[in-house]
Structure formats: C-alpha cells, structure tokens
C-alpha cells in the first residue's frame, strides 16, 4: 500500500517537472525522490535492527528487560532480575551486578542500554548504595563498549503508560500489552526495566522522523 503511494506521488512528481522541463528536470526529479526514499528505508532499517537492554538498578534486586525494535512494534527477548545474594559483602554485591549486566551484554548485543537514573533520597546512605549499583550497570556498559542512555522514572512511566505517575501495576499492564505477553512481566522491577527499554525505542522513532 505505501509503495504504491510512492509511485503515484513519483508520477504526479515527475510528470509536473517533464511538463516544466523536459528530460533535465524528469531524471533530477527521480534522483531527488529515489535519493529521499532511499535515505527514509535506511533509516527504518537502522532502527529496525536495534537490541534495546533497560536496567533498573538496585542493590538487593535490580531488573533487567531486552526488546527487538520492529518496525511494526517491539519483541520481548529476555527480562528478570539479578540478585545478590545476601551473604555477600557490599562489594561482592555490586560484583554480582557487575558481571550480569556483563552476561546479558555478551549474550544479547545489545545496541543500546537505557538505565534510570537516580531519586534524591532523604537518606544519604540510600542514595550512596543505589549510586554505586547504578555505576556498576554504568561500568559494564562502558567495558563491552555499548551506549548508556538514561532515563527519569517519570519518563519511562510516560512512554508506555501515557502518565508519569502511573503505578507499578499500570506499568505491568501497558508493558504486557505493547510486548505482547501473555501476562504482566514480573517482578515490578523487570517490568521497570522493560519500560525503559521501551521508553528509548520511543526517542529512537521520534528521531527517525524529524
């Protein structure tokens, strides 16, 4: 159906500039069309192969979600959490973190990681301990050499749900619904990072067409 909404546009197109022109304005007028056309398929071709890795960072529980940008939607590749067990050290927590966002990196190749970014807690010893969980996801994008975006919790929530103050649960539903699950992803934190997932595929389409 589009591409014969192209070539009835190429004909109007070319027809207006042989009319004007002759021959010189016809093969300028298909250039600059199939040169257009060409760079809009690059585009959505480009896009259409991304891997997209969300983490919701966390020093107990941090959630993880991969999607396959399709031009037509997105495809859930994989989504859970790592934990570190609680017998660990701080530092070996943040190990743990570490070397599983390094696992999912080497696994799935992903294109681009998208993270939250952090709340300004009341507690100081709070924010330090998220900061640094937040650094590890940090430390192992950099080391596989994979860009880090980073988005509000507002922001994702806007993206999938349409209100930056939805709840977990209408986080759950949204996300189960444009990844086509069969049920809402769990835990919350898994579904939180789907979102973000999602969130940068969303920036990644407006750039598309601008």
């Known amino acids: 159906m589009r591409s014969c909404i192209w070539l009835r ?4 197109k070319v027809a207006n500039r042989f009319r004007k022109g002759g021959v010189e304005h ?36 941090t959630g993880y979600g991969l999607i396959r940008v399709l031009s037509h939607g997105y495809a859930p590749l994989d989504f859970g959490t790592i ?8 530092a070996e927590r ?10 999912l990196i080497e696994t799935h190749k992903p294109d681009a990681v998208a993270v939250e970014t952090q709340f300004v807690y009341k507690n100081v010893q709070s924010a330090m301990k998220l900061g640094m969980a937040r650094a590890a996801v940090l430390l192992a994008a950099a ?7 980073e988005y509000a919790p507002t922001k994702a929530k806007l993206a999938v749900v349409g209100n930056g103050g939805a709840s977990k649960t209408q ?13 809402p992803p769990t835990p919350e934190d898994a579904a939180d990072a789907l979102a973000l997932a999602i969130c940068h595929a969303h920036n990644l389409r407006k750039i598309i067409h601008v």
Do not use: A, N
């Open 143 to 149: 080391k596989k050499g994979v860009e880090v975006v």
């Open 26 to 61: 016809f093969v300028d007028s298909l250039q600059d069309f199939c040169r257009e056309k060409l760079f809009f398929l690059c585009r959505i071709f480009y896009m259409s192969e991304k891997i997209i890795l969300g983490v919701d960072p966390g020093t107990r529980i």
């Open 94 to 103: 943040y190990l743990t973190i570490f070397e599983g966002v390094i696992h």
């Open 171 to 183: 986080v759950q539903k949204m996300t189960q619904m444009l990844l086509k699950l069969s049920q």
């Open 9 to 12: 546009c190429l004909g109007q």
């Open 83 to 90: 934990r570190p067990s609680l017998k660990l050290s701080q």
